[in-house]
């Protein structure tokens, strides 16, 4: 397998930090945990093959159940941990116990701090008053030390601008589902005039889950241009609009293939062109139920 020897380029987030602009996740299909309480070791490997080809953005959550896979991953992959992020998420159970939850994560993790800690969804928290005291508690976790970064995940802007009001730190960033139908431009221009960047999970939906779409023919097009697969074709379409793509896969030839990504740029009209191809259909495949049927943003 080529090892591509890639150098994957970084986004300035609005604390100061960097995040490499791809991301490998560790929740998700092709990884089923039967038992919590048991290690899996397919998951270590996974992980260790996705280090040893040049992914230092690693994905986590509480709810995954692969705290205790990644943190071992990380360890046996003898990568010195400055050269990673690592991001983990508190889950909807413990958002009434933020600070215990990142000691419980940190303990799994094997790690004495996370590049960046997030909340997972806003919805539990029903209130403004309980998303600004959930915020705030997340400030705390930021000034002790155990995460570098803090931001949120699947927040639309109600959500942001509720924490906004009495935010002493901004969140450096919202990770949502994002790919051709699934643009949120609305939440995208909040995110651009407040400094918070996108994280894009499920980048590659229009590829595997979304199928017949209008944006098939004009990527099948570009997949012979760039002489790469759609996978690459979605993910730079991501990287090209300073969104960063969070995929996973626990094949190694496609984690090879994946980064192909940072290896060619599109043109501002080939992503104009996928931009409204893409907005011909809506497709959402995760947290639908959450979300109101014409929500969109
Ligand atoms: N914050 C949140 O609520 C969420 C976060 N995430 C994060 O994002 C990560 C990536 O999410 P995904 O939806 O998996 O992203 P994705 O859209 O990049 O899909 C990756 C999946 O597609 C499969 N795939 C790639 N090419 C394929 C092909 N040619 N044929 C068949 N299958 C193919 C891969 O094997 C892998 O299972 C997760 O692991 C997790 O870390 C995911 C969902 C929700
Ligand atoms: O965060 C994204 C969706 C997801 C993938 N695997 C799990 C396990 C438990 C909760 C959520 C998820």
């Given amino acids: ?6 150098t994957i380029p970084k986004l300035k ?3 100061g930090k960097s995040m490499p602009m791809l991301g490998y996740g560790t929740g998700t299909a092709w990884y089923k945990k039967d038992n919590d309480s048991k290690t899996d070791q397919a998951a270590i490997d996974a992980v260790k093959s996705a280090i040893k080809l040049g992914y230092t ?12 896979e990644l943190g071992t991953a990380i360890k046996e992959s003898g990568v010195p941990r400055e050269e990673l992020f690592v991001t983990t998420k508190v889950s909807k159970d413990n958002i009434n116990d933020i600070a215990g939850a990142i000691q419980r994560s940190l303990e799994k993790l094997q790690l004495d701090y996370v590049d960046l800690y997030l909340i997972h969804q806003p919805w539990f928290t029903v209130s403004e ?4 005291k959930a915020w705030a508690d997340m400030e705390a976790v930021q000034a002790s030390g155990l995460a ?3 931001g949120v995940s699947n927040y639309l802007p109600s959500h942001l601008t509720a924490i906004l009001k009495t935010a002493k730190v901004k969140p450096v960033c919202n990770q949502i589902e994002f790919h051709p139908y699934l643009q949120h431009p609305e939440l995208l221009e909040f995110h651009k005039q407040n400094g918070i960047a996108t994280t894009g999970y499920a980048p590659l939906t229009a590829a595997t889950k979304a199928k017949p779409g209008p944006v098939d023919d004009y990527v099948g097009r570009l997949t012979k241009k760039y002489a790469v697969s759609e996978n690459e074709i979605y993910l730079r379409w991501c990287i090209d609009q300073d969104i960063v793509p969070v995929t996973t896969s626990a094949k190694e030839q496609r984690l090879s293939d994946y980064l192909r990504a940072v290896t060619f740029k ?8 996928i931009n409204e191809l893409g907005s011909q259909k809506h497709f959402r495949g ?10 969109r943003s």
């Fill in 1 to 6: 397998m080529a090892n591509l020897n890639v």
């Fill in 13 to 15: 987030l609005n604390d």
């Fill in 57 to 68: 953005h690693l994905d986590c959550a509480e709810s995954y159940g692969t705290e205790t």
């Fill in 129 to 132: 008053a309980e998303l600004q």
């Fill in 148 to 150: 570098k970064s803090i």
């Fill in 266 to 273: 599109l043109t501002p009209r080939e992503i104009k062109e």
């Fill in 286 to 295: 995760f947290w639908s139920k959450r979300f109101k049927e014409d929500d």
